[in-house]
C-alpha cells in the first residue's frame, strides 16, 4: 500500500519500499491570493532532472501550459523543448490534444503542427496507452486541468496511463493544478456495477480532490489493474488549499467556457442523460437548461441552440427550448438535483426522460428510482451521507493540501 500523504510531500511512489521526499512548500490559507497560486508545472527546478537524457511523453491539452513572467501561456511540450527535454510522443484525451473537439467525439492519431511530435489519442477505441505505443519511453509526464467531477473524463485517462506505465515499469510524473470544485465533496459513491469511462472508481460525484491528490488514491488504494502500482511522482500546487476559489485561466474543454459553467457542471451534467440541453449549441454552456417540451408557462427562459465549437450538432438544434438561466446563480457547495427533479415532474413524456446513460453518470441506479418514486432532493442526500462519511475518511490520507 502506498504510504500515508503529508501536506508537504512533493515526491511521492506507490512502495513502501521507495524513500519519500519532502520538499516545504508554503500553504497559507484563504489569505493567498488567487494570482499567488502556481501550479506544479511552475515548479519546474523538482522535475526537469528527472526528466534529464530521457525519452519523455507526455500526457496533455490546452489547458498544458507553463505561465512566463510576462503573463503569456506556453504549452508544455513547448516549454520542455526549451528546456532541452527530449519529448518524444504526445497523448491526447478527450477533446484532443488542442481541445477543440466535441464531447465524445473520435479523436484520431496525428502530428503536433507546430512540434512535428506525433500524437497519439487515448480516447475512442484506444483509452489506454498500448505496450507498443510506450515502446522507448523512460518517462511520462501528465498535465490535464481537471474540474474535480467522476464524469469529466481526464481522471479515467489518468488510470489508464498510470496502470500502462505500472506494466512496462515507466514512472508517471503528475503536475498537479487546483480543483475549481475543490472546496466540496457531494453524491453518491459508483458502485462497482456501474464502472464505465465517465465513472471507474467508487468516488462520489464531486471528490473534493486534485488530479494530483486523485493519482495516489489511485496507487494507494490498488484500483489498478491486478492491483499494479504506478512508481509516481507528484509535483504539487504551490500557496494552494482546497478552500480558496480558483479560477482557471483556460478553459478545460469546449463547453466548460467559465467560472460559472465549471461550478454548475457536476449538477447540470445529468441533463445530458436526458431529452433536455445543458446549452451545448449556445454560448451558455452549463449555465442554463432547456427543453421544446418543458412547458413555458413554468420556464420562461428560452433558447435554441445552434452548432458551435465544441458541439457541432447540438441536441435540439434549431428548436426553441424553454428551461432556466442559471448565470447568476451563487457558487455551489454542493449538487443541485432539484432543477432535475422539477424538470422531470413537469415532462410530458416520463417514460422518456431517464436514459441508460444516467445509470453511468449516477453511478448507482438508486437516483433515478429515488426520483420517479416522488422523493425531494434533501431526502435522497439523507442516503448520501453514510457514503460520505467514509469517502471523506478514505481521501484524508491521500490530500496533499489543507
Not at 352 to 369: D, M, N, P, V, W
Request: one cysteine or more; charged letters at 20%.
Amino acid at each position: 500500500m502506498a504510504l500515508p500523504i503529508t501536506m508537504f510531500l512533493c515526491f511521492s511512489c506507490g512502495s513502501q519500499n521507495q524513500e519519500k521526499t519532502e520538499t516545504s512548500f508554503n500553504t497559507e490559507k484563504a489569505t493567498i491570493s488567487v494570482h499567488e497560486i502556481s501550479p506544479g508545472i511552475q515548479q519546474f527546478e523538482f522535475y526537469l532532472p528527472l526528466l534529464s537524457g530521457k525519452s519523455v511523453g507526455v500526457i496533455a491539452n490546452q489547458t498544458s501550459v507553463y505561465q512566463e513572467s510576462t503573463g503569456d501561456f506556453t504549452h508544455l511540450v513547448d516549454f520542455l523543448q526549451s528546456k532541452e527535454v527530449n519529448v518524444v510522443k504526445a497523448f491526447a484525451p478527450e477533446h484532443g490534444f488542442r481541445g477543440t473537439a466535441d464531447a465524445g467525439e473520435t479523436i484520431k492519431d496525428g502530428m503536433d503542427a507546430k512540434t512535428g511530435i506525433p500524437i497519439i489519442s487515448l480516447y475512442g477505441a484506444n483509452k489506454k496507452p498500448s505496450p507498443e505505443q510506450l515502446e522507448g519511453l523512460d518517462i511520462m509526464v501528465f498535465d490535464i486541468q481537471d474540474v474535480g467531477a467522476r464524469f469529466y473524463t481526464y481522471i479515467s485517462t489518468l488510470h489508464y496511463v498510470m496502470e500502462a506505465c505500472a506494466e512496462k515499469n515507466i514512472p508517471v510524473i503528475v503536475l498537479d493544478r487546483p480543483n475549481p470544485n475543490g472546496h466540496y465533496m457531494d453524491g453518491p459513491i459508483l458502485k462497482s456495477e456501474y464502472k464505465s469511462f465517465v465513472g471507474m472508481h467508487p468516488v462520489p460525484v464531486v471528490h473534493g480532490m486534485t488530479i494530483g491528490e486523485y493519482a495516489q488514491m489511485i496507487n494507494g488504494e490498488e484500483w489498478l489493474k491486478d492491483r499494479l502500482q504506478c512508481k509516481l511522482t507528484v509535483v504539487p500546487v504551490k500557496n494552494y488549499n482546497h478552500k480558496i476559489p480558483y479560477s482557471l485561466p483556460i478553459k478545460p474543454s469546449p463547453n466548460l467556457p467559465n467560472d460559472q459553467a465549471i461550478n454548475l457542471y457536476p449538477s447540470l451534467c445529468f441533463f445530458e442523460s436526458t431529452p433536455l440541453s445543458a446549452g451545448r449549441g449556445t454560448d451558455m454552456q452549463f449555465q442554463i437548461f432547456g427543453d421544446p417540451n418543458l412547458p413555458a408557462a413554468t420556464y420562461s427562459f428560452s433558447f435554441t441552440p445552434a452548432p458551435n465549437e465544441g458541439a457541432k450538432n447540438p441536441k435540439h438544434k434549431g428548436q426553441v427550448c424553454y428551461g432556466m438561466d442559471l448565470r447568476n446563480v451563487k457558487r455551489m457547495d454542493q449538487l443541485n438535483l432539484q432543477w432535475l427533479i422539477d424538470a422531470y415532474h413537469v415532462y410530458p413524456k416520463k417514460e422518456t426522460f431517464f436514459t441508460s446513460f444516467f445509470t453511468k453518470l449516477a453511478g448507482t441506479e438508486t437516483l433515478e428510482r429515488q426520483i420517479k418514486s416522488g422523493m425531494n432532493s434533501e431526502e435522497i442526500r439523507t442516503t448520501w451521507k453514510n457514503g460520505l462519511a467514509d469517502f471523506q475518511k478514505l481521501r484524508k490520507k491521500y490530500l496533499l493540501y489543507e
